[in-house]
């Protein structure tokens, strides 16, 4: 694995800490690199009314529009668990806002790396260009 790769999954797995879970105890750390290089990162907050629940990637991407960022170039999703998650669908389309279709998704466990091309996850997707 690069020393890039790493230090996102880093990033991702010290963010994973401050994951609020308490209803589904699974918790989630992600981290991106934008094309700037700079790194942002978050965790999924949980609420009582579940629905209202945001993912640890699409946290990381309001993060990252926050802070005046427009283009993330690869983002790091870390769980604790046996196996890695991929993003659920929301975040799959959140990200592809700001990301092109090779954007890089490094899903990982403690037992397991992938990393997947974003239009992998989400073929012909709904694009921002789709509207101009
Ligand atoms: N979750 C994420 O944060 N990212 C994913 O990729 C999968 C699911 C969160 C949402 C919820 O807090 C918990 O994991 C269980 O679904």
Redesign the pocket.
Known sequence: MSEADRKLIDSALNVLKQ?Y?P??K???G?ALRTTNGEIFDG????NVSYGL???????AVFKMVSFGERKLESIA?V?DSESI????GA?RQVIREFADDDCRIICASPNEVRVFALNQLLPFSFKPSDLT
């Open positions: 994951s879970s209803y589904s699974f918790r989630v992600a965790c999924n907050v949980e629940t945001i993912c640890a990637e699409r946290n999703v769980t998650v991929t993003p659920c975040c």
